[in-house]
C-alpha cells in the first residue's frame, strides 16, 4: 500500500522568512515520481517542481528548493523568503510506478495551508 | 504546458438534477483525469479517460452517477447525475504535459465550483 502524508496542516510565516513544507511517501515502491503544486485561493492547481526517486541529489530552481532523504521518505519543499503571494495551499502528489492502465495519475496529500503574513 | 479550458467555472444547481462539465485541451492528449475537490480536502480522482476506450473509474465512483465523455483527442466531459448536496466540490480536469512520460507533470483546468441545493 501506498501513502502519502503532509503532517502540516497549515503554517503561517512572516513575509521574507523561509518555510519548509513536509511530506513523507511511504510505499514499497523504488522507483517514482513526486510532484508539489500549488493551489491559491483562485482555485487553479500550478505546477512547482518535481523529484525522482532514483536521483538523491538536492535541487533548487529560483526561490524552491528540494530536499530528499530516502531513508525517511520524505520530500521536503523549501521557499526561500516567502511572500505574500505564495500563500495558497501546498500539495505533495506522488506518481507511483507504471502498472497499467490508469497508472498515471496523482495521488495527492491532504495539503498545507500556507498563510505568509506582510 | 497544455491549456486547458473548463465550462461551466462554477454552477448552483437543484437537488435530483445533472450538470455536465466540459473540458477543451488546446494539443491532442492520450489520457485525460477527472478529479473531485470537497470543500477544503484533497484531490481525488474520479476516472481515468481515454480516447476511444470506456473510462476506468476508481474506486467509489461508477459510471452511473459519473459517465464519461472522450469522443476526440482534445475533448472530455463529465455528468455528475442526480446530484444531492454532497456532490457540492470543485471538479478538475487534467491532462499530461508533453512527452506522456512517468516524469511529466500534470497540467489542470480551473475547476468548475459546484453547488448543489
Known amino acids: 500500500a501506498q501513502k502519502v502524508t503532509q503532517a502540516q496542516t497549515e503554517i503561517s510565516v512572516v513575509e521574507k522568512e523561509d518555510v519548509t513544507l513536509d511530506c513523507v511517501y511511504e510505499?514499497?515502491?523504488?522507483?517514482?515520481?513526486l510532484f508539489w503544486y500549488k493551489q491559491p485561493p483562485s482555485g487553479e492547481l500550478v505546477f512547482l517542481i518535481r523529484?525522482?526517486?532514483?536521483?538523491?541529489q538536492n535541487e533548487i530552481s529560483g526561490r524552491y528548493s528540494w530536499n530528499f532523504q530516502k531513508s525517511t521518505s520524505s520530500f521536503n519543499f523549501t521557499i526561500t523568503a516567502s511572500q505574500v503571494v505564495d500563500s495558497a495551499v501546498y500539495f505533495c502528489a506522488p506518481r507511483g510506478p507504471y502498472s497499467g492502465a490508469g497508472s498515471y495519475q496523482l495521488t495527492f496529500g491532504k495539503g498545507t495551508k500556507l498563510s505568509v503574513i506582510p | 504546458s497544455a491549456v486547458i479550458s473548463q465550462k461551466p467555472s462554477r454552477d448552483i444547481c437543484q437537488r435530483g438534477t445533472s450538470l455536465t462539465i466540459q473540458c477543451q485541451v488546446d494539443s491532442q492528449v492520450t489520457m485525460m483525469f477527472w478529479y473531485r475537490q470537497q470543500p477544503g480536502q484533497s484531490l481525488t480522482l474520479i476516472a481515468t479517460?481515454?480516447?476511444?476506450?470506456?473510462?476506468?473509474?476508481e474506486s467509489g465512483f461508477v459510471i452511473d452517477k459519473f459517465p464519461i465523455s472522450r469522443p476526440n483527442l482534445t475533448f472530455s466531459t463529465l455528468t455528475v447525475s442526480n446530484m444531492s448536496p454532497e456532490d457540492s466540490s470543485i471538479y478538475l480536469c487534467?491532462?499530461?504535459?508533453?512527452?506522456?512520460?512517468?516524469?511529466?507533470?500534470?497540467?489542470f483546468g480551473q475547476g468548475t465550483r459546484l453547488t448543489v441545493v
Open positions: 523529484r525522482n526517486s532514483f536521483d538523491e
Open positions: 487534467s491532462v499530461l504535459g508533453p512527452g506522456q512520460g512517468r516524469g511529466t507533470e500534470a497540467f
Open positions: 479517460a481515454n480516447q476511444g476506450s470506456e473510462a476506468t473509474y
Open positions: 510505499t514499497r515502491d523504488t522507483t517514482y515520481y
